[in-house]
Nanobody
Framework: QVHLEESGGGLVQAGGSLTLTCAASERTFSNYATGWFRQVPGKEREFVAAISWSGSRTYSGDSVKGRFTIVRDNTKNTVYLQMNSLKPEDTALYYC????????????????????WGQGTQVTVSS
């Protein structure tokens, strides 16, 4: 069992920045690949970014490339999503999730590749 807690969401103006945090209490979290997804009501969960256990490999969704960066600090059991140049279409509930493996096998963008999910943190971008 891995318990994840997201934080850092809020209301921001278009063009602004936010950093989301995904924290876990289990030390084993540092051994697992982690991803961020987002969802708006009535739509499917959308892949945002993912990172391997060591941080050596990262992946980003097409809609956020060049604007969002995923990093991790395994000494703090934490993964961050740094979001810049935010747009109103980035408004969503953002979730972090853990894959019980060190790496992805081409499936980093699929929710089914992840075993544990947090409750989400809301990001709202005003125009």
């Amino acid at each position: 069992q891995v318990h994840l807690e997201e934080s850092g969401g809020g209301l921001v103006q278009a063009g602004g920045s936010l950093t989301l945090t995904c924290a876990a209490s289990e030390r084993t979290f540092s051994n697992y690949a982690t991803g961020w997804f987002r969802q708006v009501p009535g739509k499917e969960r959308e892949f945002v970014a993912a990172i391997s256990w060591s941080g050596s490999r990262t992946y980003s969704g097409d809609s956020v490339k060049g604007r969002f960066t995923i990093v991790r600090d395994n000494t703090k059991n934490t993964v961050y999503l740094q979001m810049n140049s935010l747009k109103p279409e980035d408004t969503a509930l953002y979730y972090c999730a853990v894959r019980l493996a060190k790496y992805f096998v081409g499936n980093y963008d699929r929710p089914t590749a992840y075993s544990y999910w947090g409750q989400g943190t809301q990001v709202t971008v005003s125009s």
